[in-house]
């Protein structure tokens, strides 16, 4: 039986770093290594005062004070780690290509290939690699390929544990997850490493909710609930702009469709559109894998995901104008929330990104407060769009950390994260400072909309009339 010691996880990112955390804190006979080539970062996660590691998640902070020097460890030290462990995890980032051939739609693997081949170069044991990486179905034989061609005579076994977590309640989702996923080879090998990998887990996941499956079916599941999530949630989308038209209220369309056992009352919330870093990305890697096997149709239909997301974006901003008397030229517009949800300092593929896009084109005045991300990544997103010259970015977009400043002298608000501290703000004071008629955008349909309007406040949400 293969016991596992000692354990390096390539990547330390929102995944990596969270995952191989609560791996250490459950598992505190095992050293979990955790390695990245971004030195920033990897000191982020040394720094001695944890509230200032690199990636916030309710309860982060306190495991990792606990297991930092314990049996958790950050480093740059890539080829130390991966020599000395049993188990090699791969949670590097695998984003959608933006050259060549599947542009735009493909994961790019670059990352992904060059671990493989380091931990083919470095490795003088024989390991058990695991893909917790998002991958196309698939991607574990170009992996094996390129560990079986090393000729050091180390034997590599190559299982896909794909990670489930959500950005904002990472930690409970890790402490007791649905279910924890692993695929292997149907060999003797592979079903020794796939027993590997979860006795570590069965350390606190209950054994029921460990499931496995061939290699295969487990790299294609995590493709598959993501692109089922993010389905959901532009279904309800789609709905809402019907609800707008026919004076139904999507809340309530939701909350009577939710009550349905067979459908249940998750992810049907209206809102401005899904952002993070895996929905858009996932679902386009799977139209991609589809056309790539001539299945048409399979395309189309997941596509169509992502194509009224990107309306409902579109459409929230449009309504900022035209409520605006159609034009927001020079006008100040306070965003509240910058992250693609609450309780995570993440932006990637946020909505706030792609309004205030579409707001500067028409040269809109945009003030951004959110209580976790930092000017720079505010700058940074909408620079990586290359809509325009850096400097009219700054020009156009200012960064506050105070939101009574974001609001005052604003014509309009609006609402891009569900942040909970956005419902206790003393709301007749921001509309005593803003310019009238005062309106708010609700693009989370998170605020007492009655006592708004009792202020004096014209508030558009998501669904309603
Ligand atoms: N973010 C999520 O909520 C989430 C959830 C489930 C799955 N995933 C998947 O997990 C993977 C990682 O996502 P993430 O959000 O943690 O990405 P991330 O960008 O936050 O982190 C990836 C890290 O890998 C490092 N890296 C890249 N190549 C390296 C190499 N050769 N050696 C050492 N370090 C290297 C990068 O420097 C970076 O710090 C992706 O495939 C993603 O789709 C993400």
Redesign the pocket.
């Known amino acids: 039986m293969t016991k596992i010691t000692k354990i390096c996880c ?7 770093g969270p995952t191989m955390t609560v791996i250490a804190k459950k598992c505190p006979h095992i050293k979990v290594t955790v ?4 030195e920033e ?1 990897i000191a982020a996660w040394n720094d001695p005062d944890t509230n200032n590691i690199p990636v916030f998640e309710p309860g982060l902070s306190e495991v990792v004070a606990e297991a930092r020097g314990r049996n958790l460890f950050f480093s740059t030290a ?1 080829d130390e780690a991966i020599d000395e462990a049993d188990m090699v995890f791969i ?4 984003p959608t290509k933006t050259y060549g051939a599947g542009i735009g739609q493909a994961a790019d693997l670059k ?1 992904i290939e ?2 493989a081949r ?1 931990i083919a170069r470095v490795s003088k044991t024989d390991k058990i690699v695991v893909e ?3 991958l196309p179905v698939r991607t574990a034989s170009a992996i094996k390929d390129i560990l079986t061609h090393t000729g050091s005579g180390c034997k590599f076994q190559i299982l896909s544990n794909p ?1 489930f ?1 959500a ?1 904002g309640t990472a930690i409970e989702d890790l402490n007791a997850p649905d279910r924890v996923l692993i695929g292997g080879d149907s060999t003797e090998e592979g079903k020794e490493a796939m027993q590997a990998l979860v006795d570590i887990y069965a350390n606190w996941v209950p054994r029921e909710r460990i499931l496995t499956t061939n290699i295969w079916s487990s790299e294609l599941s995590k493709l598959t609930a993501n692109a089922f999530l993010a389905q959901r949630v532009s279904s309800i989308n789609s709905l809402s702009e019907l609800c707008e038209k026919t004076e139904a209220d999507i809340s309530e369309v939701s909350r009577a469709i939710g009550t349905d056992s067979r459908i249940g009352p998750k992810f049907l919330k209206a809102s401005v559109g899904f952002g ?3 929905f858009q ?1 996932d679902i386009l890697n799977l139209v991609y894998i589809a056309r790539s096997y001539g299945l048409q149709e399979v395309a189309d239909y997941w596509e169509q995901v992502i194509i009224i997301n990107d309306h409902q974006k579109k459409r929230f901003a449009n309504e900022i104008i035209r409520t605006s008397y159609n034009t927001v030229n020079g006008k100040k517009i306070a965003f509240l929330g910058w992250a693609f949800k609450k309780d995570t300092n993440d932006t990637r593929e946020s909505a706030a990104i792609y309004v205030a896009d579409h707001l500067l084109f028409e040269q809109a005045k945009i003030t951004v407060y959110d209580p976790k991300v930092q000017e720079s990544q505010v700058y940074g997103d909408l620079d990586y769009l290359r809509s325009r010259d850096p400097q009219e970015n700054r020009f156009g977009v200012k960064v506050t950390s105070d939101p009574y400043e974001a609001c005052k002298d604003a014509h309009a608000i609006a609402i891009l994260t569900e942040w909970d501290e956005f419902k206790t703000y003393d709301w007749q004071r921001i509309y005593d400072n803003m310019l009238k008629p005062a309106n708010v955008f609700d693009g989370r349909n998170l605020l007492d909309v009655e006592k708004l309007k009792a202020i004096g406040f014209q508030v558009k949400s998501i669904g309603t009339a």
Not at 10 to 16: L, S
Not at 35 to 38: A, C, F, G, P
Not at 91 to 94: A, D, E, G, L, P
């Open positions: 390539i990547g330390a990112g929102y995944v990596g390695v990245d080539l971004n970062r890539v949670s590097v980032n695998t990352w060059l671990c380091q917790k990486s998002t990670e977590l950005e993070g870093s895996c990305k």
